[in-house]
């Protein structure tokens, strides 16, 4: 018990510790930044699928139901990282940006009988860009300089409990502390003109998030199974208040105007729904399909219009995902290292959660291909070293287009921790 309560101090510490922005993309300046799934090593490989993944010797966080799976002899850590290269393209010009860090940590451990309990840190969203544009008045002469820029993102501490009712039916729930802030700004200036404006945008976030989850796993053959899982996100309320500040600086005289607006309850999170197939058979092979909607559309967000600060509709939209990814590993019993490590691949399609000055925002394509590697020592034959490359493309009719090539890297420790030592 003290190793667990260690393990809980751990992930708590990684919040303060690893708890930055993972992007330097300019779509992260929309709504509450760019969005992730809740996925870990494993799941990258595979491109995020893993609603319907059910296998006790890894954690999955993407559907919680499969925590009863976990048997009672492991305590599982599974910790990430990940870094990567973007190039932009806009109007002929390209420009390449690198970002990266932590991604999560989280962990797994049987409680009781059928009853398998996680915890960690996972991820909700990155916001992180910096640029600049200008535009010509050709009427005045002059040209308007404006730098645009932000920070910030959401992050959640979960623990959450799966419970395999009877054999093939497992239920399971993730309950998270959710928190974070966003910093955005606009500054414009002008070659002719000696005021400044400067737009900030700001918001503090400390609310929670629960996800459902279930999944049906049936045996169809000797060595065969399918699974069938979904998952549920309620959306509420964040009961935040976020902010406009107008600055109006003249340098001639050194004076500053400050207007600040306020918008009570501004921000929420929508529903979601994700529905899975999977199938596997024996310890050799697996894959899996996923679908996931957010009920965005019903959410009106904050915006400035010029005169006035408060929500809007029409400024978010509904968004869809859909992934499919599998696994092969030729022979887990082998001697043999490159027979006993599991080849992933996957790919998937994502459409986007806001608008563009009235125009929906840059589609998603991607791909992955990764690795389990098998760690061997004296002690443990258990852990797995997950590495994957992810390449994503977004792109949107006149606006700019991403492609993003991405290195997952992710430690899973499988320990038998609970084994009781027999002296002879």
Wanted: aromatic share 12%; proline share 4%.
């Amino acid at each position: 018990m003290n190793k667990i309560l260690a393990g809980f101090v751990m992930a708590a510490m990684a919040t303060t510790a690893f708890a930055q922005s993972n992007t330097d993309s300019p779509y992260s300046q929309y709504g509450l930044g760019d969005l992730t799934d809740q996925s870990v090593g494993f799941n990258k490989g595979m491109n995020g699928v893993g609603l319907a993944m059910h296998k006790g010797n890894e954690v999955n966080p993407m559907n919680p139901a499969s925590y009863s799976s976990v048997d009672s002899l492991s305590m599982i850590f599974d910790a990430g990282l990940s870094g990567q290269i973007t190039n932009y393209k806009e109007n002929g010009k390209h420009l390449n940006g690198k970002s990266g860090g932590f991604d999560y940590v989280a962990a797994l451990f049987r409680v009781v009988k059928h009853v398998g309990v996680s915890f960690g840190v996972l991820p909700y969203s990155n916001i992180g860009y910096k640029y600049s544009s200008t535009t010509p008045l050709t009427e005045l002469q002059t040209t308007v300089n404006s730098t645009y820029s932000g920070s910030g993102g959401l992050h959640q501490l979960y623990i959450g409990a799966g419970w395999n009712i009877v054999k093939p039916l497992s239920i399971g729930v993730n309950v998270a502390y959710l928190w974070g802030e966003y910093n955005r700004s606009i500054a414009t200036s002008s070659n002719s003109v000696i005021n400044t404006l400067s737009k900030q945008y700001s918001a503090d976030i400390s609310s929670y998030k629960i996800d459902l989850g279930i999944q049906f796993d049936q045996k169809i053959g000797k060595d065969d199974y399918l699974t069938i899982g979904a998952t549920w996100s309620p959306g509420h309320s964040l009961k935040s208040d976020p902010q406009c500040l107008l600055v109006s600086k003249n340098a001639s005289i050194s004076k500053s105007d400050t207007t600040v607006f306020t918008i009570s309850d501004g921000l929420k999170l929508p529903d979601t729904y994700g529905i899975g197939i999977g199938y596997s058979h024996a310890r050799s092979f697996r894959a899996g399909a996923d679908f996931v909607m957010q009920k965005w559309g019903s959410i009106d967000f904050p915006h400035f219009d010029g005169s006035v600060y408060r929500l809007y509709p029409n400024l978010l939209k509904d968004s869809y995902r859909v992934k499919a990814g599998m696994e092969w590993t030729p022979r887990a019993m082998s001697r043999r290292l490159y027979e006993r490590v599991s080849y992933r691949l996957g790919v998937g399609y994502a459409t986007p959660y806001y608008y563009i000055n009235g125009q929906e925002g840059p589609k998603e394509f991607g791909a992955s291909i990764g690795f389990g590697i098998p760690i061997v020592n004296g002690y443990n034959n258990r852990s797995v070293l997950n590495i994957s490359g992810q390449w994503i493309s977004r792109s949107a009719d006149n606006l700019i287009k991403e492609n993003t090539f991405r290195i997952n890297i992710g430690l899973t420790f499988n320990e038998r921790w609970f084994a009781k030592w027999k002296v002879e």
